[in-house]
């Protein structure tokens, strides 16, 4: 009863708000394009909400550090973004997701595609954020001016697949020297 109550819930909002936000904002003459993006984010919406989760369990922690920091209360500190990085053994989880994606489609298996989404949904976020941290290294290694930084930085997340080729690339050439 309630994986029901929650199924009709998504299904109004993405039936209602979702297509009229689609079809408003991108200006889209083929509604067969908007039906696709839509079931796309109805098929991640476990990773997007994991993701979701995650950023903001970062945030609060992030606030935590700086109200502590106001008031002199010592906490452990987030490691750099500029040193964060990932086991080269995750690049697996990457190469898994796109096997499962068209091997369940070959074998017609649309639980296996939507793993396969979620898993490649998730492994390009961290690799986003891997990314980041090869793009804050070397904005800092470089010295670049404060402004110079935040726009360097708005760029690579409006142009976010960057970030995520700079994370994969890290695998097998270090991009941190």
Known sequence: IFDLKI????????RKILLLSFIESAKVENVHEVILR???????????????GFLGVLLSFVLKNGISRLWK?????????SKWKVSSQFIWFF??????IFGG????????VKIGKNLLVISCFVYFLMGLGILDYNVKRMKFPPFMRYVLYTLSILVYPVPIIFGITEVWFKMRR
């Open 7 to 14: 199924q009709r819930s998504f299904d109004f909002y993405t």
């Open 38 to 52: 839509i079931k796309f984010l109805k098929d991640v919406f476990p990773s997007v909400f994991l993701i979701g």
């Open 73 to 81: 209360i010592k906490e452990r500190k987030l490691t750099p973004l």
């Open 95 to 100: 190469i898994l997701s796109g096997v499962m």
């Open 105 to 112: 489609r070959y074998i017609e298996n649309s639980i296996v």
